[in-house]
């Protein structure tokens, strides 16, 4: 059996810790392992920038719509 370590957090599981990030804060021991994954991981990070790229474009969207 694998050792489990507190912080550690699969790529499936950031990834869903990145999206619950947009609605709602994330509690301190969540954002640690999110930092963390971030700093070991390749694909993650990307994926966050492609999250903010889609919520800048959402929000211009939104903006252009209230015009
Ligand atoms: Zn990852």
């Known amino acids: 059996m694998k050792p489990v370590y507190p ?11 990145l999206i619950a990030r947009e ?3 994330l509690p301190l021991v969540e954002r640690m392992a999110l930092r963390l ?3 070991m991981c ?3 990070p990307k994926f966050e920038r492609q999250l903010l790229t889609m919520r800048n474009a959402m929000g211009r969207w939104r903006h252009y719509s209230e015009d």
Not at 7 to 17: D, I, N, P, Q
């Open 7 to 17: 912080l550690r957090r699969t790529c499936k599981e950031v990834s869903a810790l």
């Open 23 to 25: 609605d709602r804060a």
């Open 37 to 39: 994954h971030m700093a």
């Open 42 to 44: 390749q694909a993650c």
